[in-house]
């Protein structure tokens, strides 16, 4: 099973990055796909979630709008376009993959949610 997040870079303030995260080994259509994010001396953080089949997207609340994540199944890739990046949005970003045939399913916001993890894609907004 392998993820592998792409995509990052520097970028000035106001400024867009496409991340994609590439699945292999498992069906993404069994799975939701997470976006976390994780700056420099602070504590992991969710960003977004999208679901298995129909392609729901949850966002952070300080995120949305500015975010917009999206997959390809049969590519097996997720996306996140990064749209008006600040400066507070520089982070290593890693997608992760929750089994949502677990019963009771597992959150798809919460680090014990996810089965699976990616090596992160570090962003960085310049201002």
């Known amino acids: 099973v392998q993820l592998q997040a792409s995509g990052g870079g520097l970028v000035q303030a106001g400024g867009s990055l496409r991340l994609s995260c590439a699945t292999s080994?498992?069906?993404?259509?069994?799975?939701?796909i997470a976006w976390f994010r994780q700056a420099p001396g602070k504590e992991r953080e969710w960003v977004s979630c999208?679901?298995?089949?129909?392609?729901?997207?949850w966002y952070s609340d300080a995120l949305k709008g500015r975010f917009t994540g999206s997959r390809d199944n049969a590519k097996s890739t997720v996306y996140l376009q990064m749209n008006s990046l600040r400066p507070e949005d520089t982070a290593v970003y890693f997608c992760?993959?929750?089994?949502?045939?677990?019963?009771?399913?597992?959150?798809?916001?919460?680090?014990?949610?996810?089965?699976?993890w990616g090596k992160g894609t570090l962003v960085t907004v310049s201002s």
């Open positions: 992760a993959a929750s089994d949502n045939r677990r019963q009771p399913p597992r959150p798809c916001n919460k680090d014990y949610g996810m089965d699976y």
């Open positions: 080994g498992f069906t993404l259509d069994d799975y939701a």
């Open positions: 999208i679901s298995t089949t129909d392609s729901r997207t």
